[in-house]
């Protein structure tokens, strides 16, 4: 006998015509299952960054309390030590706020570099998911740290300003640039060093080797203005020197650092952190098979 036509059944259970084929998805529902993946890089990025705080932190006792705790006792350190040598400070009258200034600057590079520059090995074992990638990676360590460091900074910045006897007119937005500068001054030489460490392990010491002198080297404890002329023609060179002598503007309205370049500052953050970029885009594999 010949084959009869087979007869699709929709859902409300009545036959339908013979000879018709199975009703397809609508163009108007497409769409929905296209977009069930939306903001996924956002999601990964703050998934890892919730991971990097209980990490970091939620195990550790007093949790959060060892991120301020960290920058406050080495000002008040560096504040007793050079009281004793000194009757007052380059700037001002409160040696706690002049070398804050200084500090949390310095401080906030050094947490984003270092961070970043291993924002791979931390994540290695998650980046084996699809879904995962280097860049989430190196983005989430980047906004959970600097974020941490500027809280940490607004409040020893603000204790310090309400204990101290000064007469400081804040300035936010030379205080905003120096910020912004230092930040992606930070990104920069983090991803660079993020590829350089993944591809030659050797690099990570050499580079604390070369970059032990730079808390000595970055304006901390002295101001640029007040260097032999020999040392401010090398230091100048030094993006560190710049962002610090912009932050002191911001607490210190008559201080007028001739020497900051901020352009300086952001053309060497932009070639370092798209070499950066180029280098694990080309090697982010050899780096995760290592």
Known sequence: MPDRPS????SDGTAAPSGTTSPRLSNAQMPRLKNTRSFA??????ALILREMATRYARTPGGYIWAIMEPLAAIIFLSIGFSLVIRSPALGNSFLLFYATAYMPFD?????ANTVARAVGFSKPL?????VTWLDAVLARFFLNSLTSILVSVILLTGILALTENRTVVSLPEI???ISATMLLGLGIGTLNCALMGLFPIWELVWSILTRPLFLASGIF????DMPGFAREILWY????????LARVGFYPTYNPTYV???????????????????????HRNILNT
């Open 261 to 283: 370049n901020l352009p300086y500052v952001i053309l060497v953050s932009l070639i370092l952190l798209t070499l950066g970029l180029l280098l694990m885009r080309r090697y």
């Open 222 to 225: 002295f101001l640029y203005d």
């Open 108 to 112: 906030l590079y050094n947490c984003i």
């Open 41 to 46: 890089p956002l999601r990964t990025i703050t």
């Open 127 to 131: 980046l084996l998911f699809p879904a």
């Open 7 to 10: 007869t699709a059944v929709p």
């Open 238 to 245: 030094n993006p560190l020197i710049h962002v610090i002598g």
């Open 176 to 178: 905003i640039e120096a």
